[in-house]
């Protein structure tokens, strides 16, 4: 993994991307470090009063030659709001790039998963497995249609599957209920998720007694970011690891779910 | 050019920047950030004498101005500290200090024995003052006799320099610290954590697995600030002074309360270089008010 940095990044984009979502683009002065799939930022927010710490959020793309790196992120609370009305000019100090990365195979067929916020990191995922010529299917959940973020993005990268709750779009239902897990034939060998604990849970699940690879991205709450105070712990096999630096990618066989 | 080397007790640091056991890992976590060699020194997390799985997540919770934390002393052990972690840090030139944590008077005897065995270790923080073990812990730091036990029996069988972390979660500071320094402690250090709890109201359940925690971060500055001026004017031993620790200006305020080097701790977490960032404010705070020797700060303030 590249060096991790302290830059001040300056906004050069700030798009609501519908409901309560939206996209930062952040641009370096520097070189960017060489970044990997899943791994996050830590972001210091100002000008909020009830925003101690920094906020992790996945690094959704990356354009090594502008140097810049975008944020997908949605509005949960106080800090990310404060991040949504950032505006051009902006400095943004952020440390990145934090944590491992997903194991990508060298062969076989991969399904991406992603759930609501969780189909952030996936993106530069899909384009990262592109250079080395592959293209995954990418399973995307959403509430409803009109939630569906940066779709043709998505579609550049690999086949894109969707479901959605209320059925607007692709197959009624939670991505566990879509037709790809529940055929005769799974053509995948290797799973890699993101997505809220609930869905990453019933995938962990179905993914061990159909004996298919698969790894899931953590969201535990995090201080420091960098291994050092302990805090992001997730239980395993082999006890408390952090989801920080040892995750936040975790193969499913290592989780006690 | 400032004069920043500090003589605590015989432990001689190079300025008065040291990080907060706890906050700073192992000190390799930031080296990417700070050279650590331009630290007065760094504390590792709390060594204890066998591994510790800590406690359940969730173990933290934002507060405002501060965090609640309740770790636990997750650890891999002495043993593996000195067998692991010692080979990497032995031959950095700042000053490595193990925080050293146990449940019963033996366990932190041996686990001091063992540390006094590193050559490169030139001194241990005792942490009496831990309030997220059931066992032991603050229940050392919180009464005075317990106190002098624990530090009495630790100092027979350490003979490097003896740093105590003390408790805030007490009436009488002072008689802690006064205990301690009677028992043959070196120096003291303050605050330790303050005891606090959250509660989430949309799901009614408490925020930390454990239920209460410890509190840091800039809300409780004010209180350590007040408790290192009160121990300083009642020990003769030096205090390391800590607690909400952020900028320079934090920092200067501890050394004129009385603290003769400090410690940055959750401010870590805000600003992974925010040791450099306090050394280097020192310095120009220094200069620009013609301080030629930072001893001219240490218990300056003015009445
Ligand atoms: C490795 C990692 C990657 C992430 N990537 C993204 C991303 O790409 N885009 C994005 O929008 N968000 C992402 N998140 C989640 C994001 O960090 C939280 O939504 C954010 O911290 C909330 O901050 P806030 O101040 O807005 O809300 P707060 O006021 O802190 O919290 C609002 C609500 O969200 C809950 N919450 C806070 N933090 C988390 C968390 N880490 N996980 C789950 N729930 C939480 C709180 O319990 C509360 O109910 C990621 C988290 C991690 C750990
Ligand atoms: C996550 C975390 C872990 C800590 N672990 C320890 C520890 O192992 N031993 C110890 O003596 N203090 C520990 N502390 C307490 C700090 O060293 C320090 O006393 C306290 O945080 C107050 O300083 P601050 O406000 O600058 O952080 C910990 C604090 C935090 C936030
Ligand atoms: S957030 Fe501090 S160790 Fe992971």
Redesign the pocket.
């Known amino acids: 993994m590249s060096k991790k940095v302290i830059r001040d990044l300056r906004v050069i984009g700030n798009e609501r991307i519908g409901g309560s979502f939206f996209m930062l683009t952040l641009q370096s002065e520097d070189a960017l470090p060489v970044i990997m799939p899943a791994q996050f930022a830590e972001v210091k927010i100002n000008n909020s009063v009830g925003t101690f710490l920094r906020r992790p959020i996945s690094i959704h793309d990356v354009d090594y030659d502008k140097q810049t790196i975008q944020l997908l992120v949605k509005i949960a609370g106080d800090g990310t709001a404060t991040l949504a009305h950032l505006r051009e000019g902006d400095l943004l100090n952020v440390v990145f790039p934090l944590g491992n990365t997903f194991a990508l195979p060298l062969s076989g067929r991969v399904l991406l998963v992603g759930g609501g916020v969780g189909v952030a990191p996936l993106l530069f995922t899909a384009r990262y497995m592109q250079r080395f010529g592959f293209r995954p299917d990418i399973l995307l959940g959403y509430r409803s249609k009109s939630n569906i973020l940066r779709k043709e993005v998505y579609e550049k990268f690999g086949n894109v599957f969707y479901s959605t709750d209320d059925g607007s779009f692709g197959e009624k239902g939670t991505v566990m209920q879509h037709s790809i897990f529940n055929s005769e034939n799974f053509p995948y060998t290797e799973i890699l998720a993101c997505g809220p604990e609930p869905m990453m849970r019933a995938l962990a699940k179905w993914a061990l007694e159909h004996k298919v690879e698969c790894e899931v991205s953590l969201e535990n709450k995090m201080?420091c970011g960098i291994g050092a105070?302990?805090?992001c712990v997730q239980n395993t096999k082999d006890g408390h690891k952090c989801v920080c630096t040892e995750g936040p990618v975790f193969n499913v066989k290592q989780l006690l779910w | 050019m400032v004069n920043l080397n500090v003589d605590i007790n015989g432990l001689k640091l190079k300025n008065p920047v040291l990080t907060?056991?706890?906050?700073f890992g192992f000190g390799l976590e930031y080296a990417d950030f700070v050279d650590l060699e331009r630290l007065g020194g760094f504390i590792v997390?709390?060594t204890t004498l066998n591994p510790r799985e800590g406690n359940p997540y969730p173990r933290m919770a934002e507060t405002a101005s501060g965090?609640l934390?309740a770790?636990g002393?997750q650890n891999k052990g002495v043993d593996y500290f000195c067998k692991e972690n010692y080979p990497q840090l032995k031959d950095l030139k700042t000053n490595v200090l193990v925080?050293v944590?146990g449940s019963c008077i033996e366990d932190y005897v041996e686990t001091a024995r063992r540390i006094g065995e590193l050559p490169n270790i030139p001194a241990i923080?005792l942490?009496i003052?831990?309030p997220n073990v059931k066992e032991g812990g603050m229940a050392f730091g919180t009464d005075p006799k317990s106190a002098g036990e624990v530090v009495a029996a630790v100092r027979k069988a350490y003979g490097k320099h003896l740093m105590v972390?003390l408790s805030p979660n007490v009436t009488n500071i002072v008689s802690i610290a006064k205990a301690v320094e009677d028992a043959g402690a070196d120096s003291v250090s303050l605050?330790?954590?303050f005891l606090g709890m959250a509660i989430d109201v949309r799901t009614r359940r408490p925020k930390l697995s454990t239920i209460t925690g410890?509190m840091?971060?800039p809300a409780?500055k004010p209180i350590a600030v007040r408790m290192v001026w009160q121990v300083a004017h009642n020990v003769k031993i030096p205090v390391c002074g800590?607690?909400?620790?952020v900028t320079a200006e934090d920092a200067i305020e501890f050394l004129l309360a009385g603290a003769s080097c400090i410690?940055?701790?959750?401010?870590n977490f805000l600003y992974p270089d925010a040791t450099v960032r306090v050394l280097d404010g020192i310095e120009l705070y220094c200069e620009k008010y013609g301080v030629k020797d930072i001893s001219e700060l240490i218990g300056g303030m003015k009445q």
Not at chain 2, 20 to 23: L, M
Not at chain 2, 242 to 245: R, T, Y
Not at chain 2, 263 to 267: C, L, S
Request: aromatic share 0%; with cysteine; glycine share 18%.
């Open positions: 201080a105070c302990l805090c | 907060a056991s706890g906050t997390k709390g965090m934390n770790v002393l925080n944590s923080e942490n003052s831990c972390k605050v330790n954590t410890g840091s971060g409780i800590l607690g909400g620790i410690q940055v701790g959750t401010a």
